[in-house]
Every structure is written in structure tokens, then in C-alpha cells.
């Protein structure tokens, strides 16, 4: 697989890094939130002895972190690599966790995974690399529950708006690109019900996008159904958004995340990234230990594992996520615009926005 030689530069400016797109990337998991109302695909392995399962997003368990850990501990990794997360959660809640050791998933979902007992409280005892954290991330409310702790962060990054230099000669300063009529059919957007309706309430100004009530979503849908009568189409991969941006001469498009960039460039494509004035939907990933876990300590030893700064400084250098223990990677690699994201939450229902996005997306 080519990995770049660097991470995202700053904001508006271009990524030099060449990263492949034939992977489940984490960021390329952000499709339309209807996995996890339909029926759960389950996966059944074997309980083998020796065995660590982990279900995760592609980046997260390379070889320069798996192998010693294999050799340490005298066991083999099972790993999934998941494609959305509606999927992921599926696959947890069709056997109550039981098929999986440990998964990595952002902020947004712990309350629906809490709530459904899919995963356990970590006992930070077992994980003494949580010292390295940066400070950053050592108190992330949304990963709490009481006193109790379910998630390590581990990997983070943004949802920016990507566009073609040679259409935008200054850096677009606002989403409302997205929505100028004069660049109707060359705009394009990810096919995710959450992070559409949450940035569209983030360019309409409301102060609590994760908590919109119901005049809120009804300006959200106008806004939306305004911006697809615009847009060439939605996309519903990582590779897929590359691809359709790079073939069909589009000026701008709302991502998947900051690697995109090094994709298009790969094609030829003058492309940078841009954090609005309005900011952007950032993401924080985190590794949890399922419920399900047949090895508790196996489980906590894998967290603790990943907390390396070694570790930390491979996914900005190599991989172009921010990470949470190298705090000098980040600034080598660009990350330094973590201030002006949105990071994301539990939304007031999952429910209402896929239903909402459906009916955008039924819209004429």
C-alpha cells in the first residue's frame, strides 16, 4: 500500500501526501445512517483460543503496532475493517457484542452503545499509557457515564469542505458554496444522514447542532432540499467521492476527510481543504472493549498498546488522522486547527434524522 510521506498542511493549503483508497478508510465509513435501522449482519467467528477480534476502521491496526503486539502476548488479531458506522454498531448489537474483543468508534455513538450494554467500563488501572494522552483528551465528557470511563481517544480529524484551486483562486471562506447557484452540478456531498443535517444547522447559525428541535429541523430539510437541487449527486465512499470529484470537473465538495485531498491530488487534481468561517464537523475516535470480550485484560493490553506515542505519531505521519499522544506529530503534520471543529455528539435522535435525509433525498 502507498502511504504518503506527510500529513494535511494547514487549512486551505494543499496536502502533498499520497495515501491508497482501496481501503475501508476511517474516513471513508460516512454513508447514509440506515445500517443500523435494518437488518444487523452478524458475524460469527470461531472462539478460538489466542484470539483478539477487533472491529475497527482501516489505519488503526498496521502492522507496526499488530505484530509486536502479537509476539508480546503470544496471539493472533482477527480484524474487521468496517465501512460505515451504522455497520459497525449493527454488528455489535446483533450478538450483544459478543463477536468482538474491541472496537474503535467516534463520540457520537457511546450513548446508543452504552445504553444498549455493548461495551464495558475500562479499568484505567490496566492502561497505564493513558498518561501519554495530551491534555486535549484526557477529559472527553462524552465517553463518560457517572464515574465510569468507556472509551480511550485514539485518532481524530474533520469533515472540511475540499476545492479545486483552479476554481477557487482565494480560499472559500464559507460552506455557502455548497449552496451558489454558480456552481450548480459541480458540488457534491457524502450520503450521511447525521453529519448533512448537522452541518447545514452549523451554516444556518444554531448554536446546539446535535440538538435541534423541530422548527430547527424544518429549516434544516429547506436547506438541504436547496442544496441538492445543486448538487451532481451524493457519493457514498471514500474512493467513490475521489473518483466522481476528479471525473466530472467538480469545484467543491463537502468530505470525508482531510486524506481525500491526497487522493485527488493522485489524480491530478490542484485540490486543498478549507475549515470555514463556520467551522467544521471534527471527529474523535476511541477504543472501547466490548462487552462481549472474551479476555478483559487481553483487551485492555491492546488500549494500552495503541496509547504509544510510537504509535500516535505513525497515524499523523503515515496514515494523515491527528492523534492524541505525539502532540509534536500533529504540529509537524498540520493538525493545529482542532479549536474550530465541531466535534461530534449524541444527536437528540438518529431516528429522526435518517428519517429527515430520506425525505431530503425523496425530494425533488
Known sequence: MSEPTSGPQAPGETCGAVRSLSSLTRRGALVTGLAALASPFVLRSARAAGELRVLTWEGYAEPEWVKPFEEKHGVKLSIVYTGSVDEMFAKMQGSKGADFDVVAFDTSSFKRYIDGGLIRPLDMARIPNAANLSPAFRDVPSIRRGSDQYGIPFAWG????????????????????????????????????????????????????????DAQFAAV????????????????????????????????????????????????????????????????????????????????????????????????????????TDE?????????????????????????????????????
Open 158 to 213: 474533520s469533515l472540511p469542505l475540499i476545492y479545486d484551486k483552479k476554481d477557487f483562486p482565494a480560499t472559500p471562506d464559507s460552506w455557502e458554496v455548497m449552496w451558489d447557484p454558480a456552481n450548480a452540478q459541480r458540488l457534491i456531498a457524502l450520503d450521511d444522514a447525521n453529519n448533512n443535517i448537522t452541518l447545514a444547522a452549523m451554516v444556518l447559525g444554531f448554536k446546539t447542532p446535535f440538538n435541534l428541535d
Open 221 to 324: 430539510k429547506d436547506k438541504l432540499v436547496a442544496q441538492k437541487k445543486l448538487l451532481l449527486t451524493y457519493y457514498a465512499g471514500f474512493d467513490d467521492g475521489v473518483n466522481i470529484f476528479a471525473q466530472s470537473n467538480i469545484k467543491a465538495m463537502f468530505s470525508m476527510g482531510e486524506p481525500q485531498v491526497a487522493g485527488l491530488k493522485a489524480k491530478g487534481v490542484d485540490a486543498a481543504f478549507t475549515i470555514p468561517k463556520e467551522g467544521a464537523i471534527g471527529w474523535l475516535d476511541c477504543w472501547t472493549v466490548s462487552a462481549g470480550a472474551r479476555d478483559p485484560d487481553l483487551a485492555f493490553a491492546w488500549l494500552d498498546a495503541c496509547l504509544s506515542p510510537k504509535v500516535g505519531a505513525y497515524l499523523s505521519d503515515k496514515k494523515s488522522y491527528g492523534n492524541t
Open 328 to 364: 509534536a506529530a500533529n504540529v509537524r503534520n498540520g493538525f493545529t486547527y482542532a479549536d474550530k471543529l465541531t466535534f461530534l455528539e449524541t444527536p437528540e435522535s438518529f431516528e429522526k434524522r435518517v428519517a429527515l435525509w430520506n425525505e431530503v433525498k425523496a425530494a425533488p
